[in-house]
């Protein structure tokens, strides 16, 4: 009897060692699989916008309207560089096209938006009742705010002004950003 009991003793050891055992590994994995969820996710380097633009061209007709892409790589910490092509040319009468080239500093960045602030120097054409009214290199400003529908998906808002020796044009930009 004795015997029994210090067997059934042994086993009942064993069967709460395994049970701690499998606790502790379950409460472990569960621990380190939400840990890991908490982490951020990295900043990713590239971005991409793909929007529809408005612009300011002139007196006569007005504004243009059109397709509008940039290319955003960031190199360091809240420093850039962009490259955006604009084609505001769908209407009749009025119209441009831009190519803008310069540096970009992230002046606002939380998980869900940021603030994007450029500058640099614009290849431009400008008509405005069906006439060339400016074209050649100027400056431009920008700044561009995204809300993170997601960690690689966003929606974007942008505004820049381009300077040429023959005037200033305001643009206004929509669009859509995912970040790769």
């Known amino acids: 009897m004795l015997a029994s009991t210090a067997t059934d003793l042994t086993v009942r050891r064993r069967c709460h060692s395994i049970c701690r055992l499998g606790l502790l590994i379950a409460l472990g994995s569960t621990a380190r699989g939400s840990a890991l969820q908490g982490q951020p996710i990295p900043h990713s380097r590239w971005t991409t916008a793909v929007g529809f ?3 300011r061209v002139g007196a006569r007709e007005g504004w243009g309207y059109g397709p509008e892409l940039s290319i955003r790589r960031d190199v360091r910490g809240k420093a850039g560089v962009e490259l955006r092509l604009s084609l505001p040319a ?3 009468n009025a119209g441009a096209a ?3 080239l310069g540096p970009t500093w992230t002046a606002f960045r939380t998980p869900r938006t940021e603030l994007v602030l450029s500058g640099g120097v614009t290849a431009f054409l400008a008509g405005d009742a069906s006439e060339l009214i400016d074209g050649g290199l100027g400056v ?3 700044a561009q705010v995204t809300t993170w529908q ?3 998906f966003g929606l974007t808002l942008g505004s820049r002004l381009r300077l040429t020796p023959g005037g200033a044009y305001p643009s206004f930009t929509a669009g859509i950003a995912v970040r790769f």
């Open 90 to 92: 769908l209407r009749e």
């Open 150 to 152: 997601s960690p690689r």
């Open 53 to 55: 633009t408005a612009i």
């Open 98 to 100: 831009a190519i803008d």
């Open 140 to 142: 431009y400003a920008g």
